[in-house]
């Protein structure tokens, strides 16, 4: 166990002015002493970049770097954790998004947890809903019959302290993780193959096959605004909430998974929501959530990844 090892906060952000200077200035709030905080801008258009060089340019806590265009979540992302770990020499990072809000006991509450055993991959905690506060969005999921059913923990739920216990996890979201050092030199980063959406099941996926745990630590809050970069109904978003995950499970899981994974996630789950998100008028989301399971499809053939 190391001494307040320091931990790299990395941030993505693009066009997010509006929100990025509480987020920032929640984590330079934290009674964790030992960090610096990395804001990738992936090649924004607002004044994102204005903001953070007049807010934070003389800040000796934050660090700024610049990707010349929007090279999507994977990659963008892939820069500040190359640079936090590689260059900074972190110890860990933690990955959070730029729409939250980090409480001040976060960073050591999640460093404490994954000090516990060398095989903690990732750590992550409590994620309220910013307009309801006191509301979980998510502490994390669960995952049955062979990752057919991944379920929420906790959603929507009034936090009285009925999840007050650290536990490991089967999956979670990367709205806020602590990544060891020893998970990224083992297996590695975001994949790119995934612009944006899935990225961390697929990330979970790599790391549990070498063995690594997923940690939920009780002390640790952060609050989420939700999808304020992309939207929550955008077409974009769907078409990628449609693809990504079947490639996920491709790439990573045996061929009975696979076989099973992609018959009940495409014809019981996905093509009643595209007839169901069309009956509602939605028609460009639901031809872009189309679209989307024929990429993952034309992407099987591609690899050679046909199920028999």
Same mark, same amino acid.
């Given at each position: ?11 993505? +952000?693009?066009?997010?002015? *509006?929100? @990025?200077? #509480? ?5 330079? %709030? ?19 970049? #204005? @903001?953070?060089? /007049?807010?934070?340019? =003389?800040? %000796? ?6 990707? $010349?265009?929007?090279l999507g979540y994977s990659k963008g992302m892939n820069v500040g954790l190359?640079? *936090? ?8 990072? @933690? ?12 960073? *050591?509450? =999640? ?31 669960? *995952? #049955?019959?062979? =990752?057919?059913?991944? !379920?929420? /923990? ?17 999956f979670c979201d990367d709205i806020y993780w602590l990544v060891s050092k ?8 975001? %994949? &790119? ?5 899935? #990225? ?35 077409? !974009? ?6 693809? +990504? ?5 491709? $790439? ?12 009940? /996630? ?5 093509? &009643? ?12 989301k639901a031809l872009y959530m189309f679209a989307g399971i024929n990429s993952?499809?034309?992407? /099987? @053939? $591609? ?6």
């Open positions: 166990m190391t001494e307040n090892p320091f931990v790299a906060v990395v941030t993505l +952000n693009y066009n997010g002015s *509006s929100f @990025l200077q #509480e987020c920032i200035d929640s984590i330079l %709030d934290s009674d964790y002493s030992n960090f610096k905080v990395i804001v990738v801008d992936n090649g924004s258009k607002d004044n994102s970049l #204005e @903001l953070l060089e /007049r807010l934070y340019g =003389l800040n %000796d806590k934050v660090i700024i770097l610049k990707n $010349k265009k929007n190359d640079y *936090s770990f590689n260059n900074l020499e972190a110890d860990f990072c @933690l990955v959070m998004n730029n729409d939250t809000f980090l409480d001040k006991q976060a960073i *050591s509450a =999640l460093v404490e947890v994954a000090q516990k055993d060398e095989k903690i991959g990732f750590v992550t905690g409590k994620v309220y809903y910013a307009d309801k506060p006191n509301i979980f969005q998510t502490i994390g999921k669960f *995952s #049955e019959a062979g =990752l057919l059913n991944i !379920r929420y /923990r906790g959603k929507g739920e009034i936090d009285k302290g009925q999840y007050d216990k650290d536990c490991e996890l089967d020893k998970l990224y030199y083992t297996i590695g980063g975001y %994949d &790119p193959e995934f612009f944006l959406e899935a #990225e961390d099941f697929d990330w979970q996926l790599r790391a549990k096959k070498a063995g690594f745990k997923i940690m939920f630590a009780h002390k640790a809050k952060i609050w989420h605004k939700v999808s304020m970069v992309i939207g929550k109904d955008s077409p !974009r978003k769907a078409y990628y909430d449609a693809r +990504n995950p079947l490639i996920a499970v491709m $790439k990573n899981c045996e061929p009975d998974i696979v076989k099973n994974y992609l018959q009940t /996630r495409i014809y019981k789950i996905y093509l &009643p929501a595209i007839l169901k998100t069309a009956l509602k008028g939605k028609i460009q993952a499809l034309i992407w /099987r @053939l $591609k690899n050679k990844m046909a199920i028999k």
